[in-house]
């Protein structure tokens, strides 16, 4: 295994400068070669960098894996992407814009993974977005609203998961078995979600604010980032509308790809579920380059973990239709069910991940 040196920081930001670059530039050569290098400083910070703690590790691990798919996207697969991609008002492409018009637009390009405002927008999978009549300063007081809910909250929640002995990183914890924890330990494993969801709602509020105060974008470009909690009564629902959508367009148009590919037939059902699963794969191995960075050991709980998901969508998908054939109809009673059916398949799924993981750890 090749020893850690470095700091991911400076090649992280190089990475970062140029994909920027390359969606500034016109000429589309130029911007797929600018993909190799993106690449090899992906592979240099995954193989060679450390930030010194596990959990760093993890994020800038899934941060690599996002950032290389996201370069892929519109590097790679987009036949042009300043001409693909246009924002609202926009008659025209981007290829033939003034270099200043280009590097607005490519930040602003940077700071929309969902594709917010242009024309290729998944309007029926991301939240409602805030009033077209909505002034900067309505909206950043509101943010600013949220942002002093969501911090306690999340500091509450961090120092939740620290005590948590289930899923500690204590020398003392990690040598005892996972199995010898009361079952009911698991459901605990939620507020790992939590986290997540304050910690992206957190960072999401404070790029809005900036973007917002400094006219890079309008308040009606910022939905929220996850949709209402009661939208996951079926684990498609949970991802598909419910949890961020950050990376759907780039789940898309790679899934779209190597469907094309394959010759599969478009419009059936061969082809939706090659698809659902694709999308999930990319999703596991985005998360299993934070897994290697942060234990320092190649193995495939977070793709098993995503996988299992597509399998019980799957699942979920059939009993549904069978449902329907019986004259079930959709309720609040039935709702009831799907959430119970939700937190079911999380706290039987997400600790066998996290536990995995764990476990090599209390090896090292």
């Not at 994909?19 to 592979?43: E, K």
């Not at 190597?258 to 090659?274: G, N």
């Not at 079930?328 to 993981?357: C, H, K, N, Q």
Request: charged content about 20%.
């Amino acid at each position: 295994m090749p020893e850690r040196l470095f700091s991911p920081k400076v090649p992280f930001l190089l990475l970062r400068v140029l994909l920027y670059a390359a969606l500034v530039i016109p000429r589309v050569t130029i911007r797929r070669f600018l993909f190799i290098p993106i690449l090899l400083l992906s592979i240099f910070v995954t193989l060679y960098t450390t930030t010194g703690t596990g959990l760093g590790d993890f994020g800038i691990g899934t941060s690599l894996g996002v950032s290389l798919f996201f370069a892929s996207d519109y590097l790679l697969l987009c036949s042009d992407v300043q001409e693909d991609i246009r924002f609202e008002g926009q008659k025209e492409g981007m290829r033939s814009r003034p270099l200043m018009e280009r590097m607005v637009w490519a930040l602003r390009m940077n700071l929309n993974l969902r594709v917010i405002g242009t024309n290729v927008e998944p309007t029926s999978h991301v939240p409602p977005r805030p009033s077209i009549t909505e002034s900067r300063k309505t909206y950043i007081l509101k943010q600013l609203a949220w942002l002093a809910l969501y911090l306690p909250l999340r500091f509450a929640t961090v120092e939740f998961n620290k005590w948590n002995p289930r899923f500690s990183r204590e020398a003392s914890v990690l040598s005892v078995a996972r199995d010898e924890f009361p079952w009911w330990w698991r459901i605990t494993i939620l507020s790992s979600l939590v986290e997540v969801y304050l910690g992206m709602s957190t960072t999401y509020s404070v790029m809005s604010i900036l973007s917002v105060g400094l006219n890079l974008s309008k308040p009606h470009d910022w939905p929220p980032p996850f949709a209402s909690p009661l939208e996951a009564y079926t684990l498609r629902r949970y991802w598909g509308r419910m949890w961020h959508q950050f990376y759907r367009r780039f789940l898309t148009t790679h899934a779209n790809y190597a469907a094309h590919l394959l010759r599969l037939p478009r419009r059936s059902k061969i082809t939706t579920y090659f698809k659902l699963f694709f999308s999930f794969f990319i999703s596991g191995f985005i998360h299993l380059l934070g897994d290697y960075m942060d234990t320092h050991t190649l193995f495939g709980g977070a793709i098993t973990y995503f996988m299992l998901h597509a399998c019980v969508i799957t699942l979920e998908d059939m009993v549904i239709a069978v449902g329907k054939r019986m004259g079930l109809r959709e309720s609040w009673r039935w709702r009831l069910v799907g959430y119970a059916w939700v937190v079911f398949i999380f706290t039987m799924l997400l600790p066998e991940w996290t536990d995995a993981r764990l476990a090599i750890l209390s090896k090292s």
